[in-house]
């Protein structure tokens, strides 16, 4: 955390209603500073956990979540967090939820969908509501916005939170999702978050076994909306899902996967039954599009642009004082290697490694860039030598039959330190072993 940052969070006030009851019962919280990520305030709502006898007309289940969701929301959404009046709900909402910076994205992704909602018409509405952070971002462009949700509580939370972030065209729907769609007159945009549990509480990855199931319900989707989008798990194969609601035709327009910090974070799947009245469309334009997102970075290509290019894979050993490139996140997610050495002038180490080796710097390359300052293979003799002034360092594998654990303990390396070692197999079926640092203009 940069200082500006800290100074921001300092400022932070603590819920109204936290104020409030603390205030009352002349209850103090320690400093929130100069003890890592909030250490101090942990202990000490464990300390008042315990005391809650001592304050039999406290509700303290619930000021104990208020105090930790507005600490979860300090560093995840800043701008609810700075916000008194936020109420936060139990705390798997509160993890589960989206970050501002994805909400944000979408809120822009819609905009550009549909306009700024300066039509009267303009509506979007929320068949999957939650917590309601995606809506709150995403209202702000539309006349009308309707938020609908199973969960009592959670709608309670909703209509109080979006009046105190003065969304007067949010509406709150306390029912479910998919009744709420047949009864739905025509709306801009629909936008859905399936659950990704199922009844035992684990995490499903496949479209069909998310609730609701956007399969079953996809032709009434199209028919009631100009645009749907649909957000789902990171851990989800996109062109799968992409061939599965391509059932009914040509639907899936977009495919933004969104990643935060190198983190892939969230996939969005945008379905038209028709293009927007945009103009004419190129025959690129028409096909599906694929935007790779990593903070302030895109990438963005049409799947046409991928159907007659191929992987280059370099014909050489890579040596030192050239620079090796690791795609950030969400292009390895994409899967679009061959296109970044049909765009850039780097060559991939091997066909399945995904890395990709260049002779010089290429600072606009989306990812992790290190240059290289030796390469070895897995001879004894040559790691001995290579390695002989390496005591710690940071281990990554790349298409290599070893984990990092079991790796490190055989090149009986700590971790940590400025050095980078990268484990892969070349083109030729070699084991190496390359040994990089960092360039200052690295990001992460």
Not at 47 to 53: E, I, N, R
Request: proline share 4%.
């Amino acid at each position: 955390m940069d200082r500006t940052d800290k100074i921001k969070q300092e400022e932070f006030p603590l819920p109204r209603y936290v104020q409030e009851v603390l205030s009352k019962h002349n209850i103090s919280l320690p400093s929130l500073w100069g003890r890592g990520k909030g250490e101090g305030l942990l202990g000490s709502l464990s300390v008042l956990a315990l005391q809650s006898h001592r304050y039999p007309d406290i509700d303290m289940p619930f000021l104990l979540n208020q105090i930790a969701g507005w600490q979860i929301a300090r560093t995840k959404l800043p701008s609810w967090a700075a916000n008194e009046d936020i109420i936060y709900p139990p705390h798997l909402s509160m993890e589960q939820c989206s970050s501002e910076p994805t909400a944000e994205y979408k809120a822009r992704l819609v905009t550009r969908l549909v306009g700024t909602g300066t039509s009267a018409s303009s509506c979007l509405c929320d068949l999957t509501g939650g917590f309601g952070v995606d809506f709150s971002f995403m209202a702000q462009g539309f006349k009308r916005a309707v938020y609908v949700e199973q969960q009592e509580n959670l709608c309670a939370l909703a209509r109080h939170n979006f009046h105190a972030l003065g969304l007067s065209q949010a509406e709150v729907v306390n029912g479910d999702g998919t009744a709420y769609l047949r009864q739905l007159n025509q709306v801009s945009v629909l936008f859905l978050d399936p659950a990704r549990r199922n009844e035992q509480g684990g995490k499903t990855i496949l479209i069909s076994d998310c609730t609701p199931d956007v399969l079953a319900l996809e032709d009434e989707l199209l028919i009631k909306a100009d645009t749907v989008v649909i957000k789902l798990s990171p851990m989800l194969d996109w062109h799968r899902a992409v061939d599965e609601l391509n059932g009914l035709g040509n639907v899936v327009r977009e495919v933004h996967i969104v990643s935060v910090r190198n983190e892939c974070k969230e996939l969005l799947l945008v379905l038209q039954k028709s293009f927007c009245a945009t103009g004419d469309k190129t025959t690129d334009e028409k096909a599906l599009q694929v935007f790779c997102v990593n903070d302030d970075s895109m990438v963005s290509y049409s799947l046409n642009e991928t159907l007659n290019i191929s992987q280059r894979i370099g014909s050489t050993l890579p040596t030192s004082g050239q620079y090796l490139y690791e795609p950030n996140a969400s292009l390895m997610k994409a899967g679009c290697f061959a296109l970044l050495t049909a765009r850039y002038p780097i060559s991939a180490l091997s066909l399945n490694s995904h890395l990709f080796v260049s002779d010089e710097a290429i600072e606009s390359l989306p990812g992790r860039w290190f240059e290289i300052t030796a390469v070895s293979s897995f001879n004894k003799k040559d790691l001995r030598r290579t390695l002989s002034w390496i005591d710690k360092a940071n281990l990554a594998v790349r298409n290599f039959p070893m984990s990092v654990a079991d790796l490190r303990k055989r090149l009986k390396i700590k971790e940590g330190g400025d050095v980078y070692l990268f484990a892969t197999t070349d083109a030729e079926n070699n084991h190496l072993l390359i040994v990089c640092k960092k360039t200052t203009s690295s990001p992460y």
